[in-house]
């Protein structure tokens, strides 16, 4: 089976410039979150959809993260533009779930350096 | 509001001693409750979950979670640690509703030979 495939896998930029993520999560997964993992932190959820429609975006900042998830399959975090606190790994997941064996995947991440 | 706590930045543990690396919770609902590990440089690892049932559930590489309700505590163990379980260890709570998963701060497990 497939798992979650996230890319690129590093980028470098600088502050103020914009930068997008690519996530495809595992076929026929409905649910998709978007985490940001700051270095030694646990991950903190940015934005979870359930097929093409947002489901939570409370953690957002909407002023400069934006997220979607056309056809319900792959999805785009874009940061637009990047601060310095922004320098984190991006981690995508998805579910199948609901149920008793209902599991999250999570995709290896994208890391983001903002010099 | 959905929230998860790990009182412990780091748990230091003797090789062959029991271990346990705490997780209290605060959801809406009955909790789906998990816990997943991360090695350096590596993604997250699923290790077990609750859903119902058992309050004693089994997971991977020998660690085992109790969910006690009356407590919201989701607390890790294992009878006997292994230098290899060295690493960061986070609980994580999904509202059975909305399906919102948060994870908590994490914990380094430190295992000495």
């Known amino acids: 089976e497939a798992g979650v495939a996230q890319s690129p896998r590093y980028k470098i930029i600088e ?19 978007w985490y940001q993992q700051i270095l030694g932190q646990g991950p903190k959820l940015l934005i979870q959809f359930q097929n093409n429609g947002v489901v939570d975006d409370s953690q957002l900042p909407k ?52 010099l | ?57 089994k997971g991977s590489y020998g660690f085992e979670a109790e969910f006690n309700k009356s407590q919201t505590s989701f607390h890790l163990k294992k009878p006997s640690a292994l230098v290899s379980d060295s690493a960061l260890y986070f609980c994580a709570v999904r509202a059975p509703r909305t399906g919102k998963l948060i994870f908590g701060q994490g914990t380094t497990l430190q295992v000495k030979p």
């Open chain 1, 15 to 33: 502050k103020r410039q914009s930068v997008a993520f690519w996530c495809n999560p595992i076929s026929g997964h409905a649910t998709l979150y």
């Open chain 1, 63 to 114: 002023d400069r993260f934006s997220a979607e998830r056309l056809k319900g399959v792959d999805s785009t975090l874009k940061i637009q533009p990047a601060k310095l606190e922004d320098s984190a790994v991006y981690l995508c997941a998805s579910r199948f779930g609901p149920g008793t064996n209902e599991k999250l995947f999570f995709g290896s991440g994208t890391q983001l350096s903002v």
């Open chain 2, 1 to 57: 509001a959905q929230s998860v706590a790990q009182p412990e930045d780091q748990v230091n543990v003797a090789e062959g001693n029991p271990l346990t690396v705490k997780c209290t919770y605060s959801v809406s609902g009955n909790p789906y409750l998990f816990w997943y590990v991360q090695y350096p440089n590596r993604g997250l690892q699923f290790l077990l979950k609750y859903i119902t049932g058992d309050n004693l559930v």
